[in-house]
């Protein structure tokens, strides 16, 4: 059993940046896949990133290319996403998750272990 916890999140201009991140305990972290997803009021949660249990495989939601960043450090058992040039409509919840078979889904139901999730909030 993999617990997450993430960090980081805050209030932040139209513009600025954030680093949130993700610390795995239990289970085997580096063998899992990490993604972060999102959900703001109202809307469902949505796909942000991924990285697969090696980091060699990365993939991006489109409304994030170029502005978001995921890595992980497997040493530290934490995976982390830095987020640029950040705009309202990032305003959420944002999540962690892992998934076991290791490969960086953006489905949510390959996703076994969910964090608590953390509030960003990007004002105009």
């Known amino acids: 059993q993999v617990q997450l916890g993430e960090s980081g999140g805050g209030l932040v201009q139209t513009g600025g940046s954030l680093r949130l991140s993700c610390a795995a305990s239990?289970?085997?972290?580096?063998?899992?896949?990490m993604g972060w997803f999102r959900q703001s009021p109202g809307k469902e949660r949505e796909f942000v990133a991924a990285v697969s249990w090696r980091g060699r495989n990365i993939v991006y939601a489109d409304s994030v290319k170029g502005r978001f960043t995921i890595s992980r450090d497997n040493a530290k058992n934490t995976v982390y996403l830095q987020m640029n040039s950040l705009k309202p409509e990032d305003t959420a919840v944002y999540y962690c998750a892992a998934d076991p078979r290791g490969l960086g889904s953006q489905k949510e139901a390959e996703y076994d272990y969910w964090g608590q999730g953390t509030q960003v909030t990007v004002s105009s």
């Open positions: 239990g289970g085997t972290f580096s063998f899992n896949a």
